[in-house]
């Protein structure tokens, strides 16, 4: 494969912190074991890039104090520490625009004297943020390639957690459509590379240059931590590993693990923090198995990772979820997923490796997930068997290296230098 000569911007990137800043900085870092990688991304996270020095050819920082300390206000006063806030998106333009247009005036003179073979953005993953390097390569002389890109799934009908949890702000996301940049950023890009099927589905305008890659991997170590596992006769490990925030729906985990808990026959391990966590102990006590649940709280990556692999069954049944990152961290540790067929979880779990429940309401996807468990609590074999293949299926189709091969065959279509890969997504959605 040609090395290629790759900018990736991924400004939020962070080898230290979790979720979407993690994702940029294991997908640039797995890139740059193939080409020639230059990150460019905020100067905040410099010294953890020290920390972890990566097979970069080079690392580029973007300095803006005063935008970071404006930054850290608006989550501590305004946002009261929710990062997860949609209106943290739509607050987050201005800082988007502003990286870029200092990146640009950095890398330009470098960029037209023909130092790199093409941009890659791989954050923020969602598509309400612009990008204005595609408009600002517009005429070249490097093609521009983002994604991939991850958001825009609609709130599920007759959920209370919906309701709960769903802003006044998401009902103006389509105004993100007349941002400036926002129409230059796919009509100029060369590839548009979708993280689900929903965000595919809404790109189709694009499907010349449109290709569906996960948008989120498992690292090598992390790959390397799965062990055999006696499927025995003892307790069902269960667990839930996510933010305690409504449309997470740990409720509905709670809920289905009940019969099993009171029987004896399985114990609910709960890993993650948020608003909800006090409703949910009450919650357990009203169904009177709060001694068969422990909330652990939040931990650091590397302790859930732990804590994960000593489960059997991940109870996940998030009825919003885009990425799902705990999905795919289950499967390579051999846990077996239960999940809601919807979003990115709803392309990634099949049934050879475990379970997808339909988005029906509350109270069926409750019984559902009851006799899912019921049966993997009675038939260990079967538990088994779902987890060998989830550990060879997250092996073989989920790496970090394995996406970042796939990726490759984007970006070198996207330079002229290969057969145009052909990556449609799991579900065709209309």
């Not at 300390?69 to 989550?75: F, G, N, P, Q, S």
């Not at 996301?173 to 590839?191: C, E, G, H, M, Q």
């Not at 997923?337 to 099949?350: L, T």
Request: charged share 20%; with cysteine.
């Amino acid at each position: 494969m040609k090395n290629l000569r790759t900018l990736v911007l991924a400004p939020g990137s962070n080898p230290d912190s979790s979720s979407t800043a993690l994702v940029g900085y294991a997908h640039s870092e797995a890139l740059a074991r193939i080409h020639a990688v230059t990150l460019v991304a905020q100067g905040c996270h410099e010294a953890a890039f020290r920390r972890k020095p990566g097979p970069f050819h080079a690392i580029e920082t973007i300095n803006t104090p005063w935008l970071d300390r404006i930054y850290a206000w608006i989550i501590r006063r305004i946002l009261k520490g929710d990062y997860g806030s949609h209106l943290l998106t739509a607050l987050s333009y201005p800082f988007c625009v502003v990286f870029e247009w200092k990146a640009w005036r950095l890398l330009r003179p470098r960029i037209m004297a023909g130092e790199f073979d093409v941009v890659l953005r791989l954050l923020p993953v969602v598509p309400t943020l612009p990008s204005p390097f595609a408009y600002f390569l517009r005429h070249g002389p490097i093609p521009f390639v983002i994604g991939p890109i991850n958001g825009g799934l609609p709130w599920p009908r007759g959920f209370s957690q919906a309701e709960k949890q769903k802003e006044w702000i998401s009902n103006l996301r389509n105004v993100y459509r007349i941002l400036p940049f926002s129409r230059s950023t796919f009509r100029n890009a060369k590839a548009i590379i979708a993280g689900s099927s929903q965000t595919y589905a809404e790109f189709t305008a694009y499907r010349d240059k449109l290709f569906f890659v996960p948008e989120n991997g498992l690292s090598q170590s992390l790959l390397d931590l799965a062990s055999p596992k006696d499927p025995g006769q003892g307790h069902l490990e269960l667990i839930y590993v996510g933010r305690l925030v409504p449309y997470k729906a740990c409720d509905l985990a709670i809920r289905a693990a009940v019969p099993l808990l009171q029987k004896g026959l399985a114990r609910l391990t709960i890993v993650g923090y948020g608003p909800e966590r006090q409703g949910l102990e009450q919650l357990a006590q009203t169904l009177g198995v709060a001694k068969d649940i422990l909330f652990v709280g939040r931990l650091s990556h590397r302790e859930t990772m732990l804590s994960l692999q000593k489960a059997d069954v991940l109870v996940f049944p998030s009825i919003r979820e885009f990425g799902g990152g705990v999905v795919f961290e289950a499967l390579a540790l051999g846990v077996v997923p239960v999940v809601a067929d919807f979003g990115g979880p709803g392309d990634i779990v099949h049934s050879g490796v475990g379970y997808k429940v339909a988005l029906t309401n509350e109270s069926d996807m409750v019984c559902q997930i009851e006799k899912i468990l019921s049966e993997l609590a009675g038939d260990r074999d079967l538990l088994d068997r779902l987890r060998q293949e989830g550990m060879k299926y997250a092996r073989e189709a989920l790496s970090w290296d394995g996406k970042a091969q796939t990726v490759s065959d984007i970006l070198l279509w996207a330079v002229g230098g290969g057969p145009k890969p052909v990556l449609p997504p799991p579900n065709i959605l209309v």
